[in-house]
């Protein structure tokens, strides 16, 4: 996989000023719109970029953190084209709204790599699995899914459930490889795999102060 291209893409797009400003007007748009449980208070737009920004910025880091826990899980090759594709959607996204440029276009192409990741792990889970990746990257991708808006957040949603039924196919779950995997793979296994990555623990959405509609 490639990891650094990934950081690099990031870097690069961070240190555009004008991509960082477009991010920041866009943002500003959109305050409007989004459902009073995750729209921050007057004058704390500022808490939500830095979330944005930390929400692209780990996309590598998952998916570098992912691959190893695979490896030590004898799971590689199965995992391997899923985690490719994650990074596809970031080195090379599909077709996205032409005035997505820039951290905009970043922003959608995490929330493609970050869903795909939350899919393989609530497909494990749901057989009966552990997670596979014990992330609490469901309230964080929520987040993201009201800043884009729908309907082109759905349509992302659509692109990463198309792939997940082609890469992770329901045969996977029922072979002997699988059944080896969950007698060896308790809580307390993939806890101890994770534990070398620690960052990963902390939610994205932890800075995000959820507060009750009005």
Not at 189 to 206: A, F, I, N
Request: hydrophobic letters at 45%.
């Amino acid at each position: 996989m490639n990891i650094s291209g990934l950081r690099e893409r990031v870097a690069e797009a961070r240190a555009n000023q004008q991509s960082e400003a477009a991010l920041r007007d866009w943002l500003e748009h959109r305050l409007p719109d989004l459902h009073p449980a995750i729209a921050p208070e007057p004058g704390e737009a500022a808490t939500l970029l830095s979330f944005i920004n930390a929400y692209i910025a780990q996309v590598p880091d998952i998916l570098e953190a992912a691959e190893a826990v695979a490896e030590a899980a004898q799971l590689r090759t199965r995992l391997l084209p899923v985690l490719k594709v994650a990074e596809d959607f970031f080195l090379q996204p599909p077709a996205l709204p032409a005035d997505h440029q820039g951290m905009l276009a970043l922003l959608d192409e995490a929330y493609l790599a970050h869903r795909l990741v939350e899919e393989v792990n609530d497909r494990y889970v749901m057989h009966g699995c552990g997670p596979l990746i014990p992330l609490g990257m469901t309230r964080a991708n929520l987040i993201v899914h009201q800043l884009l808006g729908e309907p082109f957040s759905n349509e992302l949603d659509v692109q990463v459930e198309r792939t997940a039924q082609t890469l992770i196919p329901e045969t996977l779950f029922e072979g002997e490889a699988f059944q080896a995997y969950k007698a060896q793979m308790g809580p307390e296994t993939c806890r101890r795999l994770w534990d070398q990555w620690p960052c990963m623990s902390e939610e994205l959405g932890v800075e995000i102060k959820w507060r009750a509609a009005a």
